[in-house]
C-alpha cells in the first residue's frame, strides 16, 4: 500500500514538474513574441505616411498643371493632340467612349478636384482606417483585420528581404509595402459597379451617356502614376546618396567595375564614363516610364471593360463578367510589377547592401 502510495504522489510530482516547465516556456513564448511584435506595430501603423504624400503629390501634379488662365492637366496633353490629329477626319463627331482624361467634377477655392482624386482620397483614407483599426489593439494571437494585415506584411517583407537583402530591406520596406498596397486596392476599387457610370450625364438616342462620371479608376490617370513615380525617383535620389554617399553614388555611374591594367584600364575608363551619361539618362526617363506604364495597363483594361459592355447592348451585364476576373489578376500583376521594378531600380544602385546583407550572419 505504502509503496502505491509513493508511487502515486512520484506521479503528480513529475506531472505537476512537466506543467511548470510548460508553463514557463510559455510564458518566455509570449515574452518573445510580445517583442517580435512591437516592431510589427511601428511598421504597419507607418505604412499611412507614404499614402499622405502621394495624395499630396498627387494634388500637387494635377495643381501644376492646372493652374494659370492657359494652363491644362498633364492628362489632357496626350489627349487633346489626339483630338487636333483627328478632328479634320471626323468632324464634330462626338467623342465615344471612356475619356483619356481626368474629368473635373468640383472647384474648390479655385483648385479643380477631379474625379480621379476623389477616388484616390477614398482609397487612401480607407487603407489608413483599415490599418489604424487592425493595429489598435495588438493581440498575441492575431485573429481578423490583425491577422490578414500581418500576413500580408510579413509576406511581402519576405519577398522583398530575399531580393534587396535584410539591410537594405529595413531601410525602403516601407515605400515598397505601401505602393504595392495601394497600386492594388486602387486597382480593385475602380472595378467596383458605379465607378465610372454614376455621375451627370445627358440622354441620347442610344441611352443615357455619362459625361462626367463621379469616380474614376485612380490608377487611369496619369497624375497619379506619375505622382507615384515621383515620389519613388525622389526616394531613388535619398537612398542612393545614403548607403553610397556623393562619392560612391557619382563612383556607381562613372567609374569601371572589375580589376583591369594597362591600356585594357584606360579604356575602360572611357567606355565606362560614357555609359554613365546613358545611365543617367535612362534614370531620368524612369518615372515617364513608370508613371505610362501603370497607366497605359490600366486605362486600356478600363477601355476594356466598356467595350465588352457596349458590344452586345442586350447582354451588356454578362459579357464583362470574366474580363472582371482578369483585370482582378492585372491589378495584382500591374501593383507587383511596379514594386518589382523600383525595388530592382534600388537594388542597382545600392550594390554595397546587396553584398553586405549576403555576409551578415542571419
Same mark, same amino acid.
Given at each position: 500500500?505504502?509503496?502505491?502510495?509513493?508511487?502515486?504522489?512520484?506521479?503528480?510530482l513529475?506531472?505537476?514538474?512537466?506543467?511548470?516547465?510548460?508553463?514557463?516556456?510559455?510564458?518566455?513564448?509570449?515574452?518573445?513574441?510580445?517583442?517580435?511584435r512591437?516592431?510589427?506595430?511601428?511598421?504597419?501603423?507607418?505604412?499611412?505616411?507614404?499614402?499622405?504624400?502621394?495624395?499630396?503629390?498627387?494634388?500637387?501634379?494635377?495643381?501644376?498643371?492646372?493652374?494659370?488662365?492657359?494652363?491644362?492637366?498633364?492628362?489632357?496633353?496626350?489627349?487633346?493632340?489626339?483630338?487636333?490629329?483627328?478632328?479634320?477626319?471626323?468632324?464634330?463627331e462626338?467623342e465615344?467612349?471612356?475619356s483619356?482624361?481626368?474629368?473635373?467634377?468640383v472647384?474648390?477655392?479655385?483648385?479643380?478636384?477631379?474625379?480621379?482624386?476623389?477616388?484616390?482620397?477614398?482609397?487612401?483614407?480607407?487603407?489608413?482606417v483599415?490599418v489604424?483599426?487592425?493595429t489598435?489593439?495588438?493581440?498575441?494571437?492575431?485573429?481578423?483585420?490583425?491577422?490578414?494585415?500581418e500576413?500580408?506584411?510579413?509576406?511581402?517583407?519576405?519577398?522583398?528581404?530575399?531580393?534587396? =537583402?535584410?539591410?537594405? &530591406?529595413?531601410?525602403?520596406?516601407? /515605400? #515598397? %509595402?505601401?505602393? $504595392?498596397?495601394? *497600386?492594388? @486596392?486602387?486597382?480593385?476599387?475602380?472595378?467596383?459597379?458605379?465607378?465610372?457610370?454614376?455621375?451627370?450625364?445627358?440622354?441620347?438616342?442610344?441611352?443615357?451617356?455619362?459625361d462626367?462620371?463621379?469616380?474614376?479608376?485612380?490608377?487611369?490617370?496619369?497624375?497619379?502614376t506619375?505622382?507615384?513615380?515621383?515620389v519613388?525617383?525622389?526616394?531613388?535620389?535619398?537612398?542612393?546618396?545614403?548607403?553610397?554617399?556623393?562619392?560612391?553614388?557619382?563612383?556607381?555611374?562613372?567609374?569601371?567595375?572589375?580589376?583591369s591594367? =594597362?591600356?585594357?584600364? &584606360?579604356?575602360?575608363?572611357?567606355? /565606362? #564614363? %560614357?555609359?554613365? $551619361?546613358?545611365? *543617367?539618362? @535612362?534614370?531620368?526617363?524612369?518615372?515617364?516610364?513608370?508613371?505610362?506604364?501603370?497607366?497605359?495597363?490600366?486605362?486600356?483594361?478600363?477601355?476594356?471593360l466598356?467595350?465588352?459592355?457596349n458590344?452586345?447592348?442586350?447582354?451588356?451585364?454578362?459579357l464583362?463578367?470574366?474580363?472582371?476576373?482578369?483585370?482582378?489578376l492585372?491589378g495584382?500583376?500591374?501593383?507587383?510589377?511596379?514594386?518589382?521594378?523600383?525595388?530592382?531600380?534600388?537594388l542597382?544602385?545600392?550594390?554595397?547592401?546587396?553584398?553586405?546583407?549576403?555576409?551578415?550572419?542571419?
Amino acid at each position: 500500500m505504502y509503496t502505491r502510495t509513493s508511487f502515486f504522489s512520484s506521479l503528480l510530482l513529475t506531472i505537476e514538474g512537466f506543467q511548470m516547465n510548460a508553463d514557463s516556456q510559455l510564458h518566455v513564448a509570449a515574452r518573445h513574441l510580445s517583442r517580435a511584435r512591437e516592431p510589427m506595430r511601428i511598421n504597419l501603423q507607418t505604412l499611412w505616411v507614404p499614402l499622405l504624400l502621394i495624395m499630396y503629390i498627387g494634388l500637387g501634379a494635377e495643381l501644376m498643371f492646372a493652374v494659370g488662365a492657359g494652363a491644362e492637366p498633364l492628362s489632357l496633353i496626350v489627349p487633346q493632340a489626339a483630338e487636333h490629329v483627328g478632328s479634320a477626319a471626323i468632324g464634330n463627331e462626338e467623342e465615344q467612349g471612356l475619356s483619356q482624361k481626368a474629368v473635373e467634377i468640383v472647384r474648390v477655392f479655385g483648385f479643380p478636384i477631379t474625379n480621379s482624386m476623389v477616388a484616390t482620397w477614398i482609397v487612401a483614407l480607407g487603407l489608413i482606417v483599415f490599418v489604424q483599426t487592425a493595429t489598435r489593439k495588438m493581440k498575441q494571437v492575431p485573429d481578423g483585420a490583425q491577422n490578414f494585415l500581418e500576413w500580408l506584411v510579413e509576406s511581402l517583407y519576405n519577398f522583398l528581404e530575399g531580393l534587396l =537583402g535584410r539591410h537594405l &530591406v529595413d531601410r525602403t520596406f516601407w /515605400f #515598397f %509595402a505601401t505602393v $504595392f498596397i495601394f *497600386i492594388l @486596392s486602387a486597382s480593385w476599387v475602380g472595378l467596383i459597379p458605379g465607378v465610372g457610370t454614376i455621375g451627370r450625364g445627358h440622354a441620347t438616342d442610344h441611352g443615357f451617356k455619362i459625361d462626367q462620371p463621379l469616380f474614376r479608376g485612380a490608377n487611369a490617370d496619369v497624375n497619379q502614376t506619375l505622382a507615384m513615380a515621383l515620389v519613388f525617383f525622389g526616394c531613388w535620389i535619398f537612398w542612393a546618396l545614403r548607403e553610397n554617399g556623393p562619392g560612391g553614388f557619382l563612383k556607381e555611374l562613372f567609374a569601371p567595375k572589375g580589376e583591369s591594367s =594597362g591600356l585594357l584600364k &584606360v579604356v575602360l575608363v572611357v567606355v /565606362f #564614363f %560614357a555609359s554613365g $551619361f546613358l545611365e *543617367i539618362i @535612362s534614370i531620368l526617363f524612369r518615372p515617364v516610364s513608370l508613371s505610362f506604364r501603370l497607366y497605359g495597363n490600366m486605362f486600356a483594361g478600363e477601355k476594356m471593360l466598356e467595350t465588352m459592355a457596349n458590344l452586345v447592348p442586350s447582354f451588356s451585364w454578362l459579357l464583362p463578367i470574366p474580363f472582371y476576373f482578369m483585370e482582378l489578376l492585372v491589378g495584382v500583376v500591374q501593383a507587383l510589377v511596379f514594386m518589382l521594378l523600383t525595388a530592382v531600380f534600388t537594388l542597382l544602385i545600392c550594390p554595397s547592401a546587396e553584398e553586405g546583407s549576403t555576409t551578415a550572419p542571419r
